[in-house]
C-alpha cells in the first residue's frame, strides 16, 4: 500500500511563495496538501491527521517532543510584518482590565499579544476570542488583535473616521527586544518521518530549496497568486519582502525569548528544545 505524507497547507498570503515553489520544484506526487487555517492546523498535526505543516510556533513548544524542525526555513519578520495587526480605539499602554478580541485563527499571535502586554507595557487584559471581521470584534472591545489575510484587508480598507490605531506587533517585539519573530516553523511529526523517512527527507529537501528559489521569483509568484487580485503585484512583492522566511541563530534567539515569556504566562510547560529533522 502506498502511503502519502499529508501536508498542511496555509492559505495565508504570507505563505504563497513557499508552497507555490514547492509545487513547481519538487516531486510532490508522494504529498497530499491539506489546507486550513493556522490553529485548525495545529490540532490535525498534534492529533496525527497530517503529517507535517507550516504551524504556530507556539504549537511547537507545546508538543515539541513529537514534533521535528525543518532547518533554516520559518515564517518570521525583523520588526513590521504587516500581517499581526492589533486594531485599538486606546493607546495600546491604556488597555489594562480591557476587553480585546482577538482572531480565533490564531495561536502564537494570541501569545504574542499577551507577552508584549504583561512584559513590555506591564499589563493584562481580557482576551476573548472571536470569528475575524473588525467590526464585529469591537462591539463592546476597545480592540481586536487581526492575522494574516484578514489583517491585511482590514488594514486596506480601514476608515480614518473609525479613530483606530493599528499596532503591528511584528514591530513592537523587535523595538523591545531587537531580535526577529519567529511567527510559524516548518515542523514533521517524529513518528511520520520514521514511518515514511524517505517522503520526510524529500519534504525537507524541497521546502528548504523552494526557501532558496522564491525570492528572485516575487514578481511572477505574485503574477500567478490569487492574493493579487486584491493586494496588486506590487503590494504582495512588498509584503513578502517584509517577512523573512529563515531560521538563523538570530532568529532561534528570538524563538527563545518568546518561549521564555510563554512559559512565565502558563501558556507552555517547559522552554523546549529545538530538535530538527
Not at 495565508?12 to 513557499?18: I, M, S
Not at 482590514?154 to 479613530?163: I, Q, T
Not at 521546502?207 to 493586494?231: K, L, T, V
Not at 531560521?247 to 534567539?253: C, G, K, Q, W
Amino acid at each position: 500500500m502506498t502511503h502519502k505524507l499529508k501536508i498542511g497547507e496555509i492559505r495565508y498570503a504570507n505563505c504563497t511563495p513557499l508552497y507555490t515553489m514547492l509545487k513547481r520544484l519538487s516531486d510532490c506526487s508522494g504529498f497530499e496538501f491539506v489546507p486550513g487555517e493556522p490553529a485548525k492546523l495545529n490540532l490535525l498535526l498534534s492529533s496525527g491527521e497530517i503529517d507535517v505543516s507550516s504551524s504556530s510556533s507556539i504549537e511547537y513548544a507545546r508538543h515539541w517532543r513529537e514534533y521535528l524542525a525543518v532547518p533554516g526555513v520559518s515564517i518570521s519578520s525583523h520588526g513590521r510584518v504587516g500581517s499581526i495587526l492589533l486594531f485599538s480605539r486606546r493607546p495600546i499602554e491604556e488597555l489594562s482590565g480591557a476587553a480585546v478580541a482577538v482572531s480565533s485563527a490564531s495561536a502564537t499571535s494570541v501569545v504574542l499579544l499577551k507577552s508584549l502586554l504583561k512584559f513590555r507595557y506591564g499589563l493584562q487584559a481580557n482576551l476573548i476570542p472571536e470569528k475575524p471581521v473588525l467590526k464585529d470584534m469591537l462591539e463592546g472591545r476597545q480592540a481586536a488583535l487581526i492575522i494574516g489575510d484578514e489583517a491585511l484587508k482590514e488594514n486596506m480598507g480601514l476608515k480614518p473616521s473609525l479613530g483606530l490605531t493599528v499596532y503591528d506587533l511584528g514591530t513592537i517585539w523587535q523595538e523591545f527586544t531587537g531580535l526577529p519573530f519567529v511567527y510559524a516553523l516548518w515542523m514533521v511529526r517524529e513518528d511520520s518521518s520514521m514511518r515514511e523517512p524517505s517522503l520526510a527527507r524529500r519534504f525537507k529537501a524541497g521546502i528548504i530549496a523552494a526557501r532558496e528559489a522564491a525570492g528572485p521569483r516575487y514578481g511572477e509568484i505574485a503574477a500567478g497568486s490569487p492574493e493579487s487580485a486584491w493586494m496588486g503585484v506590487s503590494g504582495l512583492v512588498d509584503y513578502w519582502e517584509t517577512m523573512s522566511y529563515d531560521l538563523t541563530d538570530e532568529h532561534i534567539a528570538g524563538l527563545m525569548k518568546f518561549y521564555g515569556f510563554a512559559r512565565e504566562l502558563g501558556e507552555v510547560a517547559d522552554i523546549p528544545v529545538l530538535r530538527f529533522l
